[in-house]
């Protein structure tokens, strides 16, 4: 009787400890996940969702990726970049919510997700920029 005791005890001890570190790794990339979304994504005054798929395109291509698969329909953009042996890959994708573009980036590099907010915050001040110029219909 004492050693069941003991054994459901041990393996209620152990089922306590793993809760408890799961519950710490889910809120923490829980967390790191929604810092991550905050910076890849950005939202734009403008409805036209062709008009931004068009900027998206322009703003990779003069980043130096080559558009890989477009799709007005779904809204979505995915490129490749090379540099030297590797690659980095972006997909862009755009919902209009209301009155605004919603415009989220996410970039690759092999099979990690870049964290770096310059990046980012580059690509959308490119992409700022070519919807402001094609907004007041000026050709760059």
């Given amino acids: 009787m ?3 005791t003991v054994i459901v005890l041990i393996g209620l001890l152990m089922a306590g400890g793993c809760a408890t ?3 710490y790794i889910l809120n923490d990339g829980a967390e790191s996940q929604l810092k991550i979304r905050q910076i890849q994504t950005k939202s734009f005054e403008t409805s036209n969702k062709i008009l931004v798929l ?3 395109i322009s703003s990779m291509q003069d980043s130096a990726f080559v558009i890989d698969r477009a799709d ?3 809204g979505v953009v995915s490129g490749t970049k090379f540099k ?3 690659t980095v890959k972006m997909s862009v994708t755009v919902k209009i919510r209301g009155e605004e573009a919603i415009v989220r980036v996410n970039a690759r590099h092999g099979r990690a997700t870049i964290k770096d907010p310059k990046i980012y915050q580059d690509f959308f001040s490119l992409l700022s920029k070519s919807l402001f110029l094609a907004a007041n219909n000026i050709e760059a």
């Fill in 2 to 4: 004492k050693n069941i």
């Fill in 54 to 56: 068009k900027n998206v």
């Fill in 72 to 74: 007005d329909l779904i």
């Fill in 84 to 86: 030297g042996n590797s």
């Fill in 21 to 23: 570190q799961n519950s």
